[in-house]
């Protein structure tokens, strides 16, 4: 059992009170309903839906429509968009209140992916100042009395930080809350993430909740960062790839008595390999197809397994098992009372890629307002029909 590492405390976003100050980052193909269930079994916090295009939702896109579906049991329903016009975010916020389908809505500007900035969306929309303002306070009105954050990266590289800037104008247009993930976009997650940022960030934003995100593996790390930056909160991304009692660990260290099971959290390979076959069983419920539900686990193997003796062979068959039988069968083979590996399991979770140049529309860096020609790369990205 995780031991308290830090003073009890909640988060207050808006009018939610969470039991423990720990959000789940949206991850595309990850954090489906099934995954935030499964996160949610082990621990209090607020889990954030897959991140949802704007454009494709106000044209009610049946993928999309499916992503922003919340099981009965997901309370508070924490969904984040991604738009880079003004008008269409303000009417996919709309549409969510007015049809009651979120209680926490989140604005993306923090993907660092080339397709997502090479058209000036993401991370390198702050970048225009006036164009983020607009945005970020059409959002925030629409929203009325459910609470809109904003979650952002520290800038597009070194050269171009908009984190400050973009906190501030957040603070005035009435968002609820700002995250950073403490590194730029041009360093992707290579190397380690900026915290002192963090720590910058909330000496800037005093009148909400700052909360920090990059490099927390562990509940000892979250603690830390709060403990060093001052935040009011940590959101976990990579690290509960393949570990979602992590959220035990972090509720038990960060949160207020009772937020999470006060359960044992063994982390022998018959504790791991229990919570795959849940998050296999979840995924076929969420899919409504065994077959579907299956081959999306397939993504999770290497990384429930990491450091434990699971060979490749044993790997490989996980990978390719089509029904919850065919696991069933596989993990009984396993050594389930292998013991937890230690180092070897801890760590570096997900792809960290290598610092590169920002994709960015031709010229989005010679001013901070929008020129005629960026529109329209702007128009192409909100023409996405991809659903997340």
């Known amino acids: 059992m995780t031991t308290a590492i830090a003073p009890a405390r909640t988060l207050r976003i808006g009018p939610i009170e969470l039991d423990a100050p720990v959000v789940l980052a949206p991850m595309a193909g990850i954090t489906n309903t099934a995954f935030r269930r499964l996160c949610r079994e082990y621990g209090a916090g607020l889990y954030v839906s897959e991140m949802i295009t704007t454009r494709a939702l106000v044209e009610r896109n049946a993928t999309t429509m499916r992503l922003i579906t919340h099981h009965e049991s997901e309370k508070p329903r924490s969904i984040q968009l991604y738009g880079v016009d003004p008008a269409t975010t303000e009417a996919a ?15 993306n500007f923090g993907c660092p992916v080339p397709k997502v900035t090479r058209k000036g969306g993401g991370a390198a ?10 945005i970020v306070t059409r959002a925030a009105r629409a929203a009325g009395d459910t609470p809109l954050t904003v979650k952002m990266r520290k800038g597009i590289d070194g ?42 960030l909330k000496q800037a934003v005093t009148s909400i909740p700052v909360l920090g995100n990059g490099d927390i593996w562990s509940a000892e790390d979250a603690a830390r960062m709060m403990a060093e930056t001052g935040c009011d909160g940590v959101v976990v991304g990579r690290g509960c790839l393949g570990r979602p009692w992590l959220f035990g660990d972090l509720a038990r260290a960060l949160g207020r008595p009772g937020s999470a099971p006060e359960m ?79 180092a070897a399991a801890e ?4 792809r960290a890629g290598t610092p590169k140049r920002p994709a960015l529309p031709e010229g989005w860096l010679d001013s901070r307002d929008l020129a005629p020609e960026a529109s329209s790369a702007l128009a192409e990205a909100e023409l996405d029909h991809s659903g997340g």
């Open 125 to 134: 929309l702050p970048w225009k100042l006036g164009l983020f303002r607009e």
């Open 159 to 200: 050269d171009h930080l908009t984190y400050l800037d973009a906190g501030r104008i957040a603070e005035d247009a009435g968002v609820a809350a700002v995250a950073l993930h403490a590194r730029t976009a041009s360093e992707f997650y290579s190397g380690e993430a900026d915290w002192s940022a963090i720590t910058q």
């Open 93 to 107: 916020v709309r549409m969510l209140v007015a049809e009651d389908r979120a209680d926490h809505i989140d604005l």
């Open 264 to 342: 044992p959290v063994d982390a022998t390979l018959g504790f791991v390999a229990r919570a795959f076959r849940r998050h296999a069983e979840l995924l076929v419920e969420f899919f409504e197809d065994e077959g579907r539900g299956c081959r999306d686990i397939r993504k999770h193997v290497a990384w429930y397994f990491k450091g434990y003796p699971v060979g490749g062979e044993l790997r490989a068959s996980l990978a390719t098992a089509s029904t919850l039988a065919e696991i069933d069968d596989l993990l009984a083979t396993l050594d389930l009372d292998a013991p937890y590996p230690g």
């Open 347 to 350: 760590g570096q979770r997900g």
